[in-house]
């Protein structure tokens, strides 16, 4: 018999106000056409003011704990993924726990920036499997609007906001491939990339949040080679294939960056979900939003096997498979 971590329900949240590219080129120099050429993003939604990364992962967990029939008093550890957080401690996964959970779960931040769901899902995977932990949240929530700087227009463009959350829950597994539940997790890391892309503050140097900057080429080129890799891993260690992948729910940063992995995994673009389109790059929130988003239309259905995978700053990447 093998522990397996199984996602009982996902939800998302974006904030109201949508911001189109037609605006975006009313502040800044560029263009609708560059925007939807270099990256296929059409709009991003951004938070109100006062609206906190901790308010957004609130919503979506609260939409994921009801997707999942779950009380969150039944949750025995909250992990929220996050590079945006609402202070510098405590952890805004602590907000998290006070709104829905019960006084004394467990509660921590993961910082992995747009690799922070897979981390975390991994994390809360390991709980599960040690017997730590019956029921546990892994939310991705960001307010990267907050960390921008709106007059580099190479970076502004390209980022929003939202959250998107899982309920996940110990089931018994046969210890196959066939079973529901988290199968593999591979996480990477490379610390030499550190000024590839980065925020340019922080409470150790410079006592500010920050601005995000970013090599956007170079990271493109070691994105799609280590996405590309990274799924390779999962399908190795699972004995599976390309073809018995339902779903690939990538890290939503550019349509050609999805597009690229795509093509160089053989994988039919058609069982992509994109979502970069409407949501822009939302960091460690954007696969659980593109899991909520496939999940909500019906197209991911129990018993798929759903292939994540996402690349961010650090560098840090990797990748889950999982069997809805
Ligand atoms: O989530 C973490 C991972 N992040 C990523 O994966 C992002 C990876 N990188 C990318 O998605 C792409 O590299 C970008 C979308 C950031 C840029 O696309 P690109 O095709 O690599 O463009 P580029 O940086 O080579 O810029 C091409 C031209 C430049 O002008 P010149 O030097 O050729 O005259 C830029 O100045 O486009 C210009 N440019 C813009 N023009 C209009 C850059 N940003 C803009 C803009 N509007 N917003």
């Known amino acids: 018999m093998t522990i397996r971590t199984v996602i009982q329900g996902v939800g998302s949240y974006l904030p109201e106000k949508v911001l189109s590219n037609a605006e975006l080129a009313q502040k800044v120099d560029t263009s609708d056409e560059w925007i939807v050429e270099r990256t296929g993003i059409h709009q991003r939604h951004i938070a109100a003011d006062g609206e906190k990364t901790s308010d957004l992962a609130i919503a979506a967990v609260k939409k994921a704990l009801a997707a999942a029939g779950r009380d969150g008093k039944d949750v025995d550890l909250f992990v929220l993924a996050t590079a945006t957080p609402d202070q510098t401690f405590p952890a805004s996964a602590a907000r998290v726990q006070a709104a829905v959970g019960r006084p004394g779960a467990p509660s921590f931040d993961v910082h992995a920036v747009c690799s922070g769901f897979v981390y975390g899902l991994a994390v809360a995977d390991n709980f599960i499997k040690a017997g730590q932990a019956k029921c546990a949240v892994v939310v991705g929530a960001e307010v990267?609007?907050?960390?921008?700087?709106?007059?580099?227009?190479?970076?502004?463009?390209?980022?929003?906001?939202?959250?998107?959350?899982?309920?996940?829950?110990?089931?018994?597994?046969?210890?196959?491939?066939?079973?529901?539940?988290?199968?593999?997790?591979?996480?990477?890391?490379?610390?030499?990339?550190?000024?590839?892309?980065?925020?340019?503050?922080?409470?150790?140097?410079?006592?500010?949040?920050?601005?995000?900057?970013?090599?956007?080429?170079?990271?493109?080129?070691?994105?799609?080679?280590?996405?590309?890799?990274?799924?390779?891993?999962?399908?190795?260690?699972?004995?599976?294939?390309?073809?018995?992948?339902?779903?690939?729910?990538?890290?939503?940063?550019?349509?050609?960056?999805?597009?690229?992995?795509?093509?160089?995994?053989?994988?039919?673009?058609?069982?992509?979900?994109?979502?970069?389109?409407?949501?822009?790059?939302?960091?460690?929130?954007?696969?659980?939003?593109?899991?909520?988003?496939?999940?909500?239309?019906?197209?991911?259905?129990?018993?798929?096997?759903?292939?994540?995978?996402?690349?961010?700053?650090?560098?840090t990447w990797g990748s889950a498979l999982v069997r809805m």
Request: aromatic share 4%; proline share 2%.
């Open 144 to 315: 990267f609007s907050r960390i921008l700087d709106w007059n580099d227009r190479t970076t502004c463009v390209l980022f929003g906001d939202g959250a998107g959350a899982v309920v996940l829950n110990a089931e018994d597994g046969g210890g196959t491939s066939a079973d529901r539940g988290v199968l593999s997790t591979h996480l990477h890391s490379d610390g030499r990339y550190n000024a590839m892309l980065f925020v340019d503050g922080g409470p150790s140097t410079t006592q500010t949040a920050g601005h995000i900057r970013m090599k956007g080429k170079e990271v493109f080129r070691h994105a799609v080679v280590n996405l590309t890799e990274a799924v390779r891993e999962a399908l190795v260690a699972n004995k599976v294939s390309i073809d018995d992948v339902d779903w690939l729910v990538p890290h939503q940063a550019n349509k050609r960056i999805l597009d690229s992995t795509a093509q160089k995994l053989g994988l039919d673009p058609a069982k992509v979900i994109v979502t970069v389109d409407r949501h822009a790059n939302t960091s460690a929130a954007s696969i659980p939003l593109a899991l909520a988003a496939g999940v909500e239309d019906g197209r991911i259905k129990r018993g798929n096997l759903v292939l994540m995978e996402a690349m961010g700053g650090g560098f």
